[in-house]
Nanobody, 125 residues
């Protein structure tokens, strides 16, 4: 099983950009699909983006489509979330999650085996 550590969060003004990283330790990271979820204060955790274990398929929430891009570098055991044109409503704690050989229904948080500790993203207007 892999362990995940997020980084790259911070504070930015609306319209700005951030790139989150999720570094994985452990074996066989290339067999894990990876997702990014977020949780705003007082709200439930919600799906943002995911990439299949092969890297050939991506999935995005409608709220971030066209602004966020997920990518992975299996050689570095790292997944990235490039976030552009950030909005105040993107403010949340962002978590990466991994599920071995997970396919389909990437938006379902219950299908992921491992979670990182989260990184805070704050977007001011």
């Amino acid at each position: 099983q892999v362990q995940l550590v997020e980084s790259g969060g911070g504070s930015v003004q609306a319209g700005g950009s951030l790139r989150l990283s999720c570094a994985a330790s452990g074996r066989a990271f290339s067999t894990y699909a990876v997702g990014w979820f977020r949780q705003a204060p007082g709200k439930e955790r919600e799906f943002a983006a995911a990439m299949s274990w092969s890297g050939g398929r991506t999935s995005y929430a409608d709220s971030v489509k066209g602004r966020f891009t997920i990518s992975r570098d299996n050689a570095k055991n790292t997944v990235y979330l490039q976030m552009n044109n950030l909005k105040p409503e993107d403010t949340a704690v962002y978590y990466c999650a991994a599920g071995q050989y997970l396919s389909g229904t990437y938006y379902n948080s219950g299908r992921y085996d491992t979670w990182g500790q989260g990184t805070q993203v704050t977007v001011s207007s």
